[in-house]
């Protein structure tokens, strides 16, 4: 809040002003430094990009992919990919203190 009531008193146009990323970071549940670091990065990222910042499982559709019976080859690399998957959001659940904190 203070680094915009400064920059209305230095005389920057409303216009800009509403071009200011501020708090800037995806919402990871961010506390220390480095994942704060990361929650920047990331939003950066995605601007550069023009990316959604959806889930990939939910965007590449493995799981429906096996259930409706890919060749089993595949089947089993996507298989794979969803067991990696679930175990990453796993860990991450556990760091989350639940209340939507941090950046």
Avoid: M, Y
């Avoid at 995605?46 to 595949?74: F, M, P």
């Amino acid at each position: 809040r203070q680094i915009f009531r400064t920059l209305l008193k230095e005389g920057l146009p409303r216009e800009q002003l509403a071009r200011v990323c501020a708090p800037i970071g995806l919402d990871l549940g961010a506390e220390t430094p480095d994942e704060i670091a990361l929650a920047i990065a990331a939003e950066l990222l995605l601007w550069h990009r023009g990316a959604s910042g959806g889930r990939l499982r939910d965007r590449e559709g493995i799981l429906a992919r096996v259930l409706a019976g890919k060749d089993a080859a595949e089947a089993e690399t996507d298989a794979d990919t969803v067991a990696d998957t679930a175990e990453a959001e796993a860990a991450t659940v556990g760091a989350d203190d639940g209340n939507g904190g941090g950046t």
